[in-house]
């Protein structure tokens, strides 16, 4: 019908330069694949709400309210990218670029004239947990000083855990599918985390309590094939959010070595002065010598000071399965400061983080990493609208 589109020019003036597209221009909608044609300008394409396919000269586009939808497309059934199967390949890396484009803008990166992307800090693009003690944030001064009997408000409670359900095969390697900003939210820094993974070996200690499968299987996960069997995690206990570079694969069980190096680099981001409170299944066995392995740590995440733990707890399901000895030491409601947390709440995050597994089993290492962070930046911002404070 002879319809041009002009790229550039929102008020659809004619543009004194135009530069005829190419012939095979595709846009994916959301209602169906159209073939265009297009005039450039001197504009980027973004200027009308369009994004760029990958490549040096523009061929394919995706309008961005459908790419905003892709987002969390996996948990939806019947539109996932397969449904585009002629342009599959493009509209999976717009869905990814266009995804990190979002976490720097929600993050406030490469807008502030100081610092560039490139700079950006480790665990900064994460949303962080409004609610949990951060000095000079959200906590009065003076406030190291309070009374005794005041002492629990500013007692930072983290949960521990594992997932078996979020495994990874043995499909293309780091090098050609790195994660884009690596480190930036909510997964450890991978390259210095695979370099401490090699010099991993099994766990060998005694167990003294009853039933704990993730002691039982520490060496043996069913790892034949995939890169990872798993994912380790710490999280805000009371608010359930993840926090900022908590998360790590696990290459065979639940081992300690695994779990130290997670937990360590999720405390980078907490002040020394404050208290912490430590709730995981198995902490009975696993708080015995980890002052000692602490020691053995790479350099990166080694923890400078005295750790300031308050206690080592059992989340209160997870208690009954434990002797009587452990539910005595390890129990929440004898804590002081506790409250009425449970300590289960990452069992939650876990419950709608699972479903991520089946199609990130098949990803690259980068693009599984990414799409996990993209679905964890949506559940903690939830979590965060949702506190009402």
């Given at each position: ?19 005829p597209g190419p012939a095979d221009f595709v846009v994916i909608n959301t209602n169906k694949i159209h073939r265009v044609t297009l005039d450039f300008c001197h504009c980027p394409l973004s200027d009308r709400l369009h ?339």
């Open positions: 019908m002879g319809l041009r589109i002009q790229l550039g020019h929102p008020d659809g003036s004619i543009c004194p330069y135009p530069a994004f760029p396919s990958p490549r040096a000269v523009p061929h394919v586009e995706k309008l961005t309210d459908n790419i905003g939808g892709k987002r969390f497309s996996p948990l939806q059934p019947g539109v996932s990218g397969p449904k585009f199967k002629s342009r599959y390949s493009a509209f999976l890396r717009m869905a990814r670029q266009w995804r990190h484009l979002k976490e720097l803008k929600c993050g406030g990166r490469g807008n502030d004239g100081v610092r560039m992307v490139k700079d950006t800090r480790v665990g900064e693009l994460g949303v962080q947990c409004i609610a949990c003690p951060r000095p000079g944030v959200n906590l009065p001064e003076d406030w190291e000083n309070s009374p005794e009997e005041q002492q629990f408000l500013y007692v930072v409670f983290i949960a521990i855990d594992a997932c078996f359900c979020l495994k990874n095969r043995q499909i293309s390697l780091w090098t050609v599918d790195p994660p884009l900003g690596d480190g930036w939210s909510y997964f450890v820094e991978s390259e210095a985390y695979r370099e401490f993974c090699k010099q991993m070996q099994d766990q060998n200690e005694m167990c003294t309590c009853t039933g704990l499968s993730a002691l039982d299987h520490a060496n043996t996960k069913y790892s034949s094939g995939y890169r990872a069997t798993g994912m380790g995690m710490c999280t805000c206990a009371r608010h359930e959010v993840v926090m900022g570079n908590s998360v790590g694969d696990l290459q065979c069980g639940e081992q300690y070595s695994n779990m130290d190096y997670i937990f360590t680099s999720t405390l980078r981001h907490f002040s020394d002065l404050l208290h912490l409170l430590i709730s995981y299944d198995i902490a009975c066995q696993w708080s015995k010598k980890l002052l000692e392995r602490l020691k053995a740590l790479p350099p990166l995440v080694r923890l400078r000071g005295i750790l300031n733990i308050l206690a080592f707890v059992i989340p209160k399901l997870h208690i009954l399965g434990h002797t009587i000895k452990c539910q005595q030491s390890f129990n929440l409601s004898y804590t002081r400061g506790a409250g009425q947390s449970d300590g289960e709440g990452i069992e939650r995050i876990w419950s709608g983080s699972g479903l991520l597994g089946t199609s990130t089993r098949e990803m690259g290492p980068g693009s599984r990493q990414n799409t996990c962070e993209d679905y964890w930046h949506h559940w903690n911002w939830r979590k965060v609208i949702g506190l009402h404070l």
